[in-house]
């Protein structure tokens, strides 16, 4: 027999097998089907956009980045975050802690070790001094180290908070609490949050993007700059500031930009299509996207792109083009923010200084460390006050932790170079900028600079503080998820006022 | 060893209580539906008497047990127990008045007087477990009030920051703190611990553990102790996981109590340190933009300026006023300005940085009595015209870096009395101010030209 024949049998075969019965059966569910579909929200739409049960699609629904104002107005519109991943100690930068340089290499008194922690410390550690030499500046008489002579000049703009605290040892969970309100995974970070609540200005930019220097990218990985639980598309964009700055983002070779149009308009012209016929909103929101991209691919590798900056502008941050630095990145920040992206966050690499090597050393290696943010960050808010973009931009600086008083002893042994372990019970973070009481410190430390005695915050109080200041209540400000509203401070956070101008 | 016995059946009372409702309530329906002289249903009746009254014997006996058991005081369940006691009593009293008469829908009317005693009962019942106002608490705000009383208020601690020393201390201070930090537990429907801190009699009533301030010594009551605790202590109050009160708060708490707690001190007369108060105070901030009343926008009229290119957003939620940037409208031209029109009043804040306007713009500005900010950087404008927007009083800011601009042309500037600060860098005028030096401006001319001089530090590896 041909296979034809065999074809025509089964047909034959199932023709038989389909009765009157069959027909009035699958009527049932296919009728159900039919009388549920304009109950349903997405198959409810007119041919001109909006819902025949008259709900208009609001700009969100076709472009999760649109604009929004803020609950509340604002002091500042846009946010700087220098992560120095790591955690640099505080008590070689802004703690300054006399006190402590009389107790080096004495035994840390036990009231201090009871009943604590250390991530590498064991037994009884000796005490560490100050490495580095302090004075006052600016004046509001700001403590700064000589391992910030730059920054030191810029005292008067800064508020600083001395007696920060956290409750992660480690530096993934650290991170991870710091960017996103949790130690652990699935929390949007920080500029996630803020970038689904107020959108981006610049159409043809991302409202959120990542730089990274020093050599690796943090320990808690890209979930610091995730979007946890709210849409993927206010995650925040890695940019590269060596090589293509977003990677993918430069058509292939071969591809040219007018092929690229072509395609790009015929796979929207057959999405509308889509839309036309089913009406789910879904589809203009991947529309956008593709034209998104499109014009990204434009503005992207024009913002990032710093050899057209005058030299004096090179001088003053000290960047050399074609580097993955921290001073280029300071510098493509400036850029970022000016030409209107919410978020630009930084994060460099290098600082966890235990002194288990020359570079991990807090007399060598952290020293030649400080110099290279040193003149990038000070250069960054001279630049944005003389732009006139402090007025409106909130910079924020501090590590996921602090560094211990005490001289790490790894393994109960005394190490080749001076070291301080991690800590959590005090370090410095310090803000700038859009509406931030400037020349300002808050937060006291004890003595050796252990733990605060007075002022302390919290993580969640600096959230709490940064959302005040971009015009949210932390409290307000929830996303609702698995079936409760989620905030970023959780059930904490406190405004620290006495920073807020 | 069998003590578990008595609890585990003082825990059967939810179930019971169940039993002479029921049953109760379908012996007295069988009265109502019989009709005179009918005697089908007595032996039910009669039946059904017995069996509820049995019933309500257990409710009562495991009800004791519960009492017994599980810290009830006396105050809460003194009505329901009486209650049901008499209810129980009464559906015995029935069942034996159903044995004596013939002719059951005689006994109608005195038999709603059970049905009435059950609802008492289960209604007491129901407010121990499940708090007074169970009703009340979902019923719109006027009917509330009709059954007395909306549900408290919790509004946090506000002090006004003249004549705060004339505030009596208790109830201004420390109740309003106690209202917002701890009455969503402990208050008069929901008395968690048999304590509520909704009143000065109930704070001196104290909770299940008696005494919530120690008269002898005060800072060690456990109204201040237990919130000192640290957070992760079992007894420490708020519970870890709700909201825990400011630390000024606690300052307050405490030196309230310091004052042995007197409920007439003024807050003056305790002395508190300033600092602690300085959260609270509810200070008008003096606005930036200007506070104007504007009929509240359009979202229609927004709308179309988006489709024009224009960023438009209002300053914050709800507010009428505008901020408008050319950030995607580089194309923008002096003629464009035409489009913003209808809300010229509503713009505070205009960006025009890096679009193609000319000094023509300045005569357009004049049009805009609230502007407050504007950003005229990278632009063609010469600054000839610049002495145009001295008719606008309100504008604060002025962005005019990376253009022509001259320091006459600043100065000409002058005639605008609100401006604070404005923006020339990498312009003529930030040249012509190294040379010239500063000239005396009644705002802050900001040409930047900053530099970090090289140090010797810079190249230095340790």
Known sequence: MSVEKLLN??????????????????????????????????????????????????????????????????????????????????????????????????????SLLEGRKFAFIRGVPKMLGPQAKFSQHGESGAWISDYLPHFSKVADEVAFLKAMHTDQFNHGPAQLFMQTGSPRLGRPSLGSWVTYG?????????????????????????????????????????????????????????????????????????????FQNFGDPEILARINQYEMAYRMQIEVPEVMNINDEPDHIHQLYGTQPGEESFANNCLLARKLVEKGVRVVQLYDWGWDTHG????????????????TIDRPMTALLLDLKQRGLLEETLVVWGGE?????????????????????????????WMAGGGVKKGTSYGITDDFGFAGVDERTSVHDLHATILHLMGFDHEKFTYEFQGRPFRLTDVHGELIRSVIA | MLSFVFPLLGRFHPILVHLPIG????????????????????????????????GGLLACISGFLQYQFEGFSWDTVQFHLIFGVLTTAAGFFFYGKSKKITDPSSLKWSSTALIGALLITGHLGGTITHGEGYFTEVMPENLQSLFGGTAPSAQPLTLPEEGWEELAYYEEVVQPILNSNCQSCHNPRNKKGGLDLSSKEALLKGGENGSIIDSHEFLKSSLISRMELPLDHEDHMPPSEKRQPKKEELQLIRLWLENEASFDLKLGAAKPEKKWLEPFFQREEIAFYPTVNLTPLIEDSLAALRNKGFYVE???????????????????????????????????????????????????????????????????????????????????????????????????LTAIKSLEKVFAFETPASSELQSLGNPTLPFLLETGSYLLPKIPTDTIVY
Request: proline share 6%.
């Open chain 1, 198 to 274: 107020l959108g981006t200005e610049n159409q043809n930019l991302p409202g959120f993007v990542v730089l990274t220097s020093g050599g690796k990218t943090p320990d808690a990985g890209k979930s610091v700059w995730g979007s946890g639980f709210l849409p993927s598309v206010y995650q925040g964009v890695q940019c590269r500031s060596k090589g293509d700055p977003v990677l993918y983002l430069e058509d292939p070779s071969g591809m040219s930009r007018d092929l690229k149009k072509h395609v790009i308009s015929a796979i929207n012209q057959s999405n509308q299509e889509d």
């Open chain 2, 314 to 412: 209002p300053i914050a939620k709800g507010s009428p006023l505008l901020k408008v940037s050319c950030i995607n409208f580089p194309d923008f031209q002096d003629q464009n300005l035409q489009d913003l029109g209808a809300l010229n009043a509503h713009v505070v804040y205009l960006d025009l940085s890096g679009t193609q306007v000319t000094d023509e713009i300045l005569r357009g500005l004049t049009d805009f009595p609230n502007l407050t900010v504007l950003k005229l950087s990278q632009t063609a404008i010469s600054g000839n015209s610049l002495n145009q927007l001295g008719q606008s009083q309100k504008i604060k800011l002025i962005f005019l870096n990376q253009t022509e601009v001259s320091l006459t042309h600043i100065q000409s």
């Open chain 1, 356 to 371: 288990t090597d020359h570079d991990g050393s807090i007399d060598m290696g952290l020293r030649n460390k400080c110099r």
């Open chain 1, 9 to 110: 049998e089964l047909v034959g075969k199932k023709l038989q097998t389909q009765t009157r019965r069959h027909f009035l059966l699958d009527c049932v569910s296919k009728m159900g089907g039919l009388a549920l579909a304009p109950l349903l929200f997405g198959c409810d739409l007119g041919k001109n956009g909006t819902l025949n049960s008259g709900l208009q699609l609001s700009d969100r629904d076709l472009n999760p980045l649109s604009p929004l104002p803020p609950p509340f107005l604002g002091k500042a519109k846009s946010i700087i975050y220098l992560h120095m991943a790591g955690a640099p100690s505080q008590l070689e930068l802004f703690d300054f802690k006399p006190e402590l340089a009389k107790y080096h290499d004495q035994d840390c008194p036990e």
């Open chain 1, 401 to 429: 932790f602090g560094r211990t008083p005490m001289q790490e002893n790894r393994e109960g042994k005394k190490m080749g170079f001076l070291g301080r372990d991690h800590h959590v019970d005090a370090f410095t973070v």
């Open chain 2, 23 to 54: 049953i109760l309530v379908f012996g007295v329906l069988l009265i109502f539906l019989s009709k005179k002289e009918d005697k089908t249903y007595l032996p039910a009746i009669q039946l059904a008497f017995l069996l509820g009254s049995i």
